[in-house]
């Protein structure tokens, strides 16, 4: 059986292992995802642990997305330029790292909007999962603006007060906490998107729904960056509705 897993500090809670294991048992593939929720101190002997036993692949979270990078063999273009990596391929003990966060960004979006060319995206956030959206939109021809708490971080437009006096299409929530805004920005909006699933109906989403806005939850952008990952790992069609519905059941 092929060991798989994700890689974070907490990892307990992360909904990934139910989406992968549907995943494999749908396929019939003999294959095993597990949680590695690993200290920072014991990172380096876990990589060693991935190419010896072997561990096929991982998803990587919090706080790795970064740290894991130089522990690998190579690293795929996207993630270099994006600056994280959030899936790991052990092919033959050569570790390649990848970022499908950006993908399953993208994807979410487009399902409920469409394509996303020329649309004003103003993006909340400007952490690693913020980077890859922004890489994902920019591809997509997007006009995309960041705002966040603190301004003086790489390629953030302004803060949240700068944030107020801009409008857009679409506005997306990447931080990693429950942060909202007052209805009056909402409102200038057609489409409302949060990455945290948990909950599902953030406050942001709540007050846009109640808007009469179009939302798209967090566990969209899980869904896809999943197919992306599954597909590196297997190199076969992933089952887009057992994963969805193992994550939203
Ligand atoms: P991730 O990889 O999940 O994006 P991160 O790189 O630690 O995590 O980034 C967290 C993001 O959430 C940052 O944009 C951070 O803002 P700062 O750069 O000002 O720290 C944002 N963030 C965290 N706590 C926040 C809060 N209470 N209010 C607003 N933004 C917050």
Do not use: C
Request: charged share 25%.
């Amino acid at each position: 059986m092929k060991l798989y897993g994700i890689l974070g500090f907490p990892a307990k809670h992360s909904l990934s292992p139910v989406m992968h294991n549907a995943a494999f048992k749908a396929l019939g593939i003999d294959a095993r995802y597990d949680v590695f929720e690993i200290p920072k101190n014991e990172l380096a002997s876990f990589i060693k642990r991935v190419k010896e036993e072997p561990i096929y692949g991982l998803s990587v979270t919090a706080p790795y997305k970064g740290d894991v990078m130089k522990h690998l063999d190579k690293i795929d273009e996207d993630a270099r330029k994006i600056g994280a990596v959030n899936t790991v391929v052990n092919r033959d003990g050569v570790l390649i790292g990848y970022n499908t966060d950006f993908i399953g960004a993208t994807e979410a979006l487009k399902e409920t909007v469409g394509p996303l060319k020329n649309k004003k995206i103003v993006i909340v956030g400007a952490g690693g999962a913020s980077k890859a959206i922004v890489y994902g939109l920019q591809k997509e021809g997007a006009k995309v603006s960041v705002f966040n708490r603190t301004k003086n971080r790489d390629g953030v437009d302004g803060d949240l007060k700068d944030m107020l006096k801009t409008d857009g299409n679409i506005l997306i929530q990447a931080t990693s906490v429950l942060f909202s805004v007052s209805p009056e920005f909402i409102k200038k909006f057609d489409v409302v998107m949060d990455i945290v699933y948990k909950p599902l109906i953030t406050p942001l989403l709540k007050t846009a729904q109640d808007l009469g806005k179009k939302i798209i939850t967090g566990d969209k952008m899980l869904l896809y960056q999943g197919i992306a990952a599954f597909k590196l790992w297997t190199e076969k069609e992933a089952p887009i509705e057992v994963m969805w519905k193992a994550i939203s059941t």
